[in-house]
Structure formats: C-alpha cells, structure tokens
C-alpha cells in the first residue's frame, strides 16, 4: 500500500528570514500541488482601515435611508428597519453598523424607542 504523501502547511505568517524551495524530485501524476498566498499582516491591518473609514464617509447615506423609511412608516420593528436600510443602500452594509447607526439617531432624538415594545421604533417629526 503507497502512502500519501504528508501535508506540510504553513504558518500563517511569513518572516524575512524564512526560505521556500521547490521539490523537483515530487512528481505524482495524481495530486496536485496548490500554493496559497499568505497576506502580510500589514496589508490586513491597512484594509480594516480603509473599510472602517469608508464607512464612516457612508454613515451619512446610512442615516439618510433609517429616517427615509421611517419618516414613511412613522413605526417600525427592528428587523423591518434593518432589511429596508440593507436593500435600500447601494453598498454593502453590515447589520451591527446599522444598529449603531439607529442608536445614534435616538440619541439625537430623531427616533425613540417603543415604551412598549423594546424592538420597535417611533419616528419623532
């Protein structure tokens, strides 16, 4: 019975010091060889960035959609408000940015809380 040959896998970070080289002698017809690429922690770091900064230039357009349905609707439930706002944005928008969002407008007093309902919301003209 032929063994398999053993999966070496890499650590998920790089040094400068570290040294690949390639096996030649490896050379199975039936298995294939796949390399993935390892992102620099840097680049990770530089994207989390720009992500976070592009939303907060988007927070304005994220706030403009809550009070739009709202301002319609006059009382929303949570999970109606959140699905209008993520259909009614052009981008991608994640559901805990736009709860923090819903915060922020009921602290500016845009909004209020149901007193009777904890997951509905009254829109204050």
Same mark, same amino acid.
């Given at each position: 019975m032929r ?5 070496i896998?890499p650590p998920r ?11 030649r002698? *490896?050379s199975?017809?039936l *298995?294939? =060889?796949? =390399?993935?690429?390892?992102? #620099?922690q ?6 989390r960035? =720009?992500?976070k900064?592009?939303?907060e230039?988007?927070?304005?357009e994220v706030d403009?959609? %809550?009070v739009? %349905?709202?301002?319609g ?8 408000l959140?699905a209008? =706002?993520?259909a009614?944005?052009?981008f991608?928008a ?5 709860k923090?969002?819903?915060e922020s407008?009921?602290e500016r007093?845009y909004l209020?809380?149901? #007193?009777?309902?904890?997951s509905? *919301?009254?829109?204050?003209?």
């Amino acid at each position: 019975m032929r063994s398999l040959p053993r999966v070496i896998r890499p650590p998920r970070s790089v040094g400068d010091d570290d040294v690949f080289e390639l096996n030649r002698s *490896y050379s199975h017809k039936l *298995y294939r =060889v796949s =390399v993935q690429q390892i992102s #620099p922690q840097e680049e990770q770091d530089e994207e989390r960035g =720009v992500e976070k900064r592009l939303f907060e230039d988007r927070q304005h357009e994220v706030d403009a959609a %809550i009070v739009r %349905i709202m301002k319609g609707k006059k009382v929303c439930g949570h999970s109606e408000l959140l699905a209008g =706002v993520l259909a009614g944005v052009p981008f991608v928008a994640a559901p805990g940015d736009v709860k923090v969002r819903i915060e922020s407008l009921i602290e500016r007093e845009y909004l209020e809380r149901d #007193p009777n309902t904890a997951s509905t *919301y009254n829109y204050l003209a």
